[in-house]
């Protein structure tokens, strides 16, 4: 399945779950354009969606690493747009982030695949995992996740 095929599913998803009100989201995220990502599998049985972004040199810190915010935001950008999928909507309560190896210019890609694991009313529970090209872990994220009474950004 291709991005163009991921974002279809998502927009048939969102805008049976959302109704009227879908024009009121951005989807994918400004911050998820803006890290120039890319969506590659869903599956929405399996409450699993895999994304890819490139290791960009503006979000570099001073040792000529990505900084360890942006490869928490490359998980959040993951595991976001799973959880409207999986969820009504919701918004992150915790997010742990354990890193493995700092992510070099070398490494080009990071792959990240997040994994929806449980439901709790209101919380919701998920993984994300965070990959070099030859599969070696950079991080693993556990998050925690909160269904909201009112959508996020209307109050």
Known sequence: MGQQEILQQFEA????RLGDSYDDYAFPPPVFQEMEGEFLELDLEAGALTARFP????????YHTLQGGM??????????PLSVL???PNLT???????ARPVTADIGLITVTAQFLERDDPLLYF???LYDPEGRRLARVKATHWITADPPGSR
């Open 86 to 88: 999986v969820a009504p």
């Open 71 to 80: 490869v928490a935001a490359a998980a959040d950008n993951t595991l976001g």
């Open 127 to 129: 993984r994300a995992d």
């Open 93 to 99: 309560r915790r997010m742990e982030i354990t890193y």
């Open 13 to 16: 998803v969102l805008r049976k």
């Open 55 to 62: 290791v960009l040199e503006k979000f570099f810190n001073p």
